[in-house]
């Protein structure tokens, strides 16, 4: 007798909502003739090699540095944290283009401090930009997962002999290669997507190509090659669906307690991620704000920003509740957890429009703030989903079953039990979904209501035109109302850290 | 860049009005007019803006807002592509936002007019703009010359050929954008004016001794730092280069009557039927506005009657192709053909 | 009264419960006991309605359950107290305790009784293993269900605290008068606080009675090993009328008999330690010590018949022998045991 777990429906329907937008990209290419090019191999494989080159760059960054917050007792740990994952605030071509005129002969760099510096461009260039803007999905999973291992293992590794360094790396990152797989996804999904940033560096992407069919008024054309971009998200799921670890029991996770000077010494070798990513810029707009003068910004555009990343967090979260469930609970719910990932990858003008499409057939919502909340929603839900997920799969099910047992039914059980118990995972997807969507562009363009401007729209209007000193306060501000964002979040999860078995002592 | 406040512009309008100048064309009976003539806005009217010239398309908004307050203005912002892409799904599906849509390129409001959303304008309008210009469902409402930036200390102005086809067999190392839309608006041009072959033989020579540029901005920056002798933008990125940086290494260099002096235009269509879509128009077309626009932003006036912006050769001098700047917008072929090449 | 008629339970194509059949009385402690992964786990979960079974039934008062029809966990009235204490983490002790009642004052009388009361407003991670257990049986007994379930309630504990919760945790149930079924592994625990003992072994019951009965009378050989340290010794048994005392003869000494499984002839006797006595300071030998084991209040010997047979034999800790000296074993008790064909 097959019982379909309670989520399926649920998670079906939300998938599908998910999914909606990608399918409307189906009809608007039917127009378009043309299937594949030679041409396009070339710039598929620049494709390729980007999204590999980003994979390894943020996994390089983000993991060292999920260790660092999650295990490193230091004073301010929270500031750290919000600090080194303040990037994921910050439009990747911002950082694109304060590089690109940063570094190089001519360069600002040149010109203020009188250094020559080596140019940033190309391929290695945006590999660089995109990992330093996409190591935060890479840390912030990842230390999720490594804050509910248990220490012991590590322990009875350094009693057979093995330092410190080698038990983390033989005993405990094995253990998390699913939490970084899941990062990392997100991170390749956003390099596949991301238009901004190879453009300005000069690298010829797909989307690239997407980008210029657009522009030309090829709309099929650019959603027929849209959706060839999918075989790649496709594929990309499929890989990341194949790593999987065991599952283990959660535990008292470790503590590490370094001396000061070695504490010190780990944080200054962050220095340079947090610089490059978040200092520069700031400092090059900022130089160019002194140079040109401001104007024009209004801190509504803040509130803005602001109140619907926020409503969209938490719309986001709750809709991830029963897709991370069926997720669990089986194969097909499995299925329709990946299926919610597609979105994530499609370019965002195109999923621009591909929304307006979908908008339209709801007049009464169009252009409303409601629609905008719902864009966020579909394109970041991914993001909630596998926090979720991984906190949720750590729960003992034996808590479940006691609960039950005292007379609880499924409903009462999953609600006073396991949603309170997966809140650490809530907050930690809500925080994502936060920042992604602060920095969200071509939805927030052509679905908000007409008028209303993010600190994100607003900064794109101002690079548009050249006036790019006016670029440093909304930049700043995006990377202070993260910051707020996070702090908000975090202490949530502060209140929400029960470990289950003895003696927690933190 | 200076700024100086469109609304000091305003309130010295009245001594503007009717200022002389020539053109190579003949001048229609009508001449600019000032925004005092001008019946006052009032009620709502959404505007679609389409990458508009940073502060300043806000500014000559800002400024019509001050002189109407009973104007409801609400403004969305996006790409030109984005917005006309929008307007037809919006008219397709019905439903009725936008009343005015004021776009960069002609190629976005070509879309538009082929959707069949844009209204027709009254003769009495399209009557102040410059012949060449008039056209019966959207109106210019400033123009944007090709030109060849050089750098100053590189390259002497006699080293650069007449004709923009001779730059393919030239040993100058050229900046370029070729994804840029007004870019590709020109090779359009040239397919128009010189046909595909040699224009793709052209393309082809370009690409040999060239460097690509994400934008025309950058192109010119390009120019200026040196790592280009010349290279293809419109006129006004030069121009604000220049005021912001008065002794950079850049000029400007025209060619003659061919694709690379061409002169495109943003334009405006109105999306909505009554008086208060065509009225605004007339705001964009005054004088004040024109001249603001010459000023500042470097574009060109298309209304007759209107001064030219500083440091660009007078147009009696130039001589830019017979266009209909309508079929600018067939970019397809355009695409094909610069892919063909290996440019795009 | 917990009936249970022929439950099976299959994971996949294995089955794990075979044909299970018991009754539960009123207010009785039934102790389920076998090695691991005999299936006591499983017939637990399957009591509680939190897995399903494939064959056979079993009913409570009001519910009856099936194959076919399954009633859910909560509407079964059950308790279960777990092996690892699934304290809810999130919820301080009081919180745990009271968690479906509306009326606490069953949940004060109990967490009173077990000695909780200072602790109500503390979280299951601040309290010791035992403090944890107590409240897991406080919840349990709170919600004042119909029977209760205990697996391996005491694994978790250290071996002092085990022993004085074994017996808080029986005074408790007896207290609160409802039926149990409490799984151990102990066979010690499984002898002293059980009313009645039921031996499993790979899904099967090979014996349902009083512990003594267990013990002394075993089922089969299985059981005899099982419920504490067993011998065989070599003996014959006639099982004719003729043998009206029903006398087992051995080498060393004969003792009366209770035949299973049809004994007769040549017979296996089943011996426990304390049946036999061991002596080193005799002229007389007939066995050869192996080794020792001290108790503390007693000492184990393992000796060796000169026939081949091994025993074990439980003396008094002041009687102490070395390995490999021969010493002379005797058959002492007077009460019936256990005879087995031989095999």
Redesign the interface.
């Known amino acids: 007798m097959t019982n379909w777990p309670k989520s399926y429906p649920l998670a079906l329907l939300i998938a599908l909502m998910a999914l909606l937008p990608v399918g409307v990209l189906f009809s608007l290419a039917q127009d378009s003739a043309q299937l594949f090019?030679t041409?396009n191999l070339r710039v598929l494989a620049n494709t390729v090699s980007l999204v590999v080159l980003t994979i390894i760059g943020s996994v390089l960054i983000g993991v060292p540095l999920a260790f660092l917050t999650a295990y490193v007792q230091m004073p301010f740990k929270r500031f750290w944290l919000i600090l080194l994952a303040a990037p994921l605030a910050l439009p990747s071509y911002i950082g694109a283009f304060a590089m690109y005129f940063s570094f190089g002969?001519?360069g600002e760099i040149e010109n203020v401090l009188g250094i020559s510096t080596p140019p940033i461009s190309g391929l290695w260039g945006s590999a660089l930009v995109m990992s330093l803007y996409t190591y935060p999905f890479v840390m912030m999973t990842t230390r999720s997962s490594l804050l509910s291992l248990d220490a012991s293992l590590v322990n009875a590794a350094r009693t057979l002999g093995l330092t410190l360094g080698a038990s983390l790396w033989r005993v405990v990152l094995p253990r998390v290669v699913n939490s970084v797989a899941a990062g990392a996804l997100l991170a390749a999904l956003y390099a596949l997507s991301d238009f901004g940033t190879p453009?300005?560096m000069?690298f010829d992407t797909f989307t690239?190509v997407i980008?210029?069919?657009?522009?030309?008024?090829?709309?099929s054309q650019a959603a027929m090659l849209s959706l060839q971009l999918m075989v790649i998200v496709g594929l990309i799921l499929f890989i990341e669906s194949r790593i999987s670890g065991a599952q283990e029991r959660p535990g008292k996770h470790l503590s590490l307690f370094p001396a000061r000077w070695q504490r010190n010494l780990m944080l200054l070798a962050t220095m340079p991620v947090v610089f490059m990513a978040i200092v520069l810029p700031l400092a090059i707009f900022t130089l160019w704000l002194v140079?040109?003068?401001a104007?024009?910004f209004e801190f509504s555009y803040a509130w803005n920003s602001a109140h619907a990343s926020f409503i969209a967090a938490i719309v986001a979260v709750l809709l991830a509740i029963p897709v991370a469930h069926a997720a669990i609970a089986g194969k097909a719910g499995r299925f329709m957890e990946r299926i919610t990932y597609f979105g994530f990858g499609v370019p965002g003008?195109v999923m621009?429009?591909a929304l307006?499409?979908v908008g339209?057939?709801l007049?009464a919502l169009?252009?409303t703030l409601s629609l905008l909340v719902m864009a966020y929603v579909l394109r970041f839900i991914p993001l909630a989903v596998g926090s979720v997920r991984s906190t949720a799969e750590n729960i003992?099910s034996?808590?479940v079953?006691?609960?039950?047992?005292?007379?609880?039914?499924?409903r009462e059980a999953f609600m006073r039990?396991t949603l309170?118990?997966t809140l650490r995972g809530m907050i930690a997807g809500a925080a994502l979904v936060f920042l992604e969507a602060m920095r969200e562009l071509?939805a927030t363009?052509?679905l908000g209501p007409?008028?209303f401007e993010t600190l994100a729209?607003y900064m794109w209007?101002?690079y548009?035109?050249?006036?790019f000193g006016?670029a440093a306060v909304p930049g700043l501000l995006l990377v202070l109302l993260s910051g707020v964002g996070l702090i908000l979040m975090l202490s949530g999860e502060r209140k929400?850290q029960?470990?289950?078995t003895?003696?927690?002592r933190s | 860049?200076q700024?100086r406040t469109f609304l000091q512009g305003l309130a010295a309008a009245g001594a503007l009005s009717g200022l002389p100048f020539s053109f190579a064309h003949a001048m229609t009976q009508t001449g600019s007019v000032s925004v005092e003539s001008l019946p006052k806005l009032e009620g709502d009217l959404?505007l679609y803006l389409g990458?508009?010239?940073?502060?300043?398309y806000?500014n000559v908004l800002k400024a019509i807002e001050k002189r109407n307050p009973k104007l409801n203005l609400?403004?969305?912002?996006?790409?030109?592509?984005?917005l006309?892409?929008?307007i037809v799904?919006?008219t397709k599906?019905g439903?009725k936002?936008a009343d005015l849509f004021w776009a960069v390129d002609t190629?976005?409001i070509?879309?538009v007019t082929d959707a069949g959303a844009a209204k027709p304008l009254p003769d009495d309008l399209t009557a102040q703009l410059r012949e060449d210009f008039q056209y019966p469902s959207w109106s210019p409402v400033t123009g944007r010359v090709r030109t060849l930036p050089y750098n100053t200390e590189r390259v002497k102005p006699e080293q650069i050929p007449e004709s923009v086809m001779a730059l393919a067999d030239s040993d100058l190392k050229i900046g370029w954008a070729p994804?840029y839309?007004s870019f590709?608006s020109f090779v359009t041009a040239m397919r128009i004016l010189e046909g595909d072959k040699a224009t793709k033989s052209w393309l082809k020579g370009i690409n040999k001794h060239s460097k690509?540029?994400?934008g025309e901005?950058g192109v010119v920056m390009g120019v200026e730092?040196?790592?280009v002798d010349i290279g293809f933008a419109n006129h006004y990125y030069t121009l604000?280069l220049k005021s912001?940086k008065p002794n950079a290494n850049v000029a400007l260099a025209y060619s003659k009557s061919d694709a690379g002096c061409l002169v495109n235009a943003s334009g405006i269509v109105a999306l909505s039927d009554g008086d208060l879509p065509v009225n605004f128009i007339r705001y964009l077309l005054s004088h004040e506005v024109q001249s603001y626009l010459a000023r500042e932003a470097y574009e060109i006036p298309l209304v007759q009657g209107v001064e030219q912006p500083q440091g660009l050769a007078d147009l009696s001098t130039l001589s830019p192709p017979e266009m209909d700047l309508r079929k600018l917008?067939d970019?397809?072929p355009?695409?094909n053909l610069m892919?063909e090449v290996?440019v795009? | 009264m917990l009936s249970v008629n022929n439950l099976s339970v299959n994971y996949g194509s294995t089955r794990v419960v075979d044909k299970l059949n018991l009754e539960l009385g009123q207010d009785e402690i039934l102790m389920l006991v076998g090695p691991t992964g005999c299936g006591k786990t499983t017939i637990l979960q399957a009591l509680?309605?939190?897995i399903p079974i494939s064959e056979g039934a079993m009913s409570l008062g009001e519910w009856e359950s099936t194959a076919n029809k399954h009633v859910?966990?909560?509407k079964r009235?059950?308790?279960?107290v777990?092996q690892?204490f699934?304290?809810?983490?999130?919820l301080t002790v009081q919180q745990n305790v009271c968690?479906?009642l509306k009326d606490t004052k069953l949940a004060d009388h109990w967490l009173q009784l077990l000695g909780l009361d200072n602790f109500r407003d503390a979280?299951p991670?601040r309290l010791s293993?035992g403090q944890k257990q107590r409240v897991a049986l406080a919840?349990?007994l709170a919600?004042e269900p119909s029977f209760v379930l205990l697996d391996e309630p005491l694994s978790n504990l250290d071996a002092a605290l085990k022993d004085s919760l074994r017996w808080e945790i029986r005074d408790a149930l007896k207290k609160a008068g409802v039926p149990a079924i409490w799984v151990t592994h102990d066979q010690e625990e499984a002898l002293s606080v059980g009313d009645r003992v039921g031996i499993l072994n790979k899904g099967v019951l090979e014996q349902l009675d009083t512990p003594e009965a267990c013990y002394s009378s075993p089922a089969s050989r299985f059981v005899a090993r099982f419920m504490g340290e067993a011998s065989f010794l070599s003996a014959t048994f006639d099982s004719s009328a003729a043998n009206t005392d029903k006398t087992v003869v051995t080498d060393i000494g004969n003792v009366p008999g209770t035949p299973l499984q049809g004994a007769s002839g040549n017979v296996d006797l089943l011996v426990r330690p304390d049946d036999l006595s061991l002596d080193a300071t005799l002229s007389e030998t007939n066995c050869t010590v192996e080794w020792v084991r001290y108790e503390g209040e007693s000492r184990l010997y393992a000796v060796v018949l000169d026939c081949g047979d091994e025993l074990k034999v439980r003396v008094s800790h002041e009687n102490a022998i070395k390995p490999g000296t021969r010493a002379f074993v005797q058959l002492i008790t007077t009460h019936p045991l256990a005879v087995f064909p031989r095999g």
């Open positions: 090019d041409h002969t001519g453009a300005i000069g690239r980008f210029v069919e657009y522009n030309a008024f090829g709309l140079r040109e003068g104007g024009g003008i621009g429009t307006v499409y339209l057939q007049p169009y252009q003992d034996g808590l079953k006691a609960a039950r047992v005292l007379g609880a039914s499924p039990i309170p118990l071509p363009l052509m007409t008028g729209t209007r101002v548009e035109a050249g006036y006016r929400a029960f470990t289950v003895e003696d927690d | 860049m700024r959404t990458r508009g010239e940073g502060g300043l806000e609400k403004i969305r912002r996006g790409g030109s592509a984005a006309a892409n929008t799904a919006e599906a439903v936002r190629g976005s070509g879309m994804a839309s590709q690509k540029y994400a901005l730092r040196g790592e604000r912001g917008a970019l397809r355009t695409l892919r290996g795009l | 509680a309605g939190l859910p966990p909560e009235n059950v308790g279960m777990f690892d699934a304290l809810f983490p999130h968690f479906r979280k991670a293993g919840r349990t919600h």
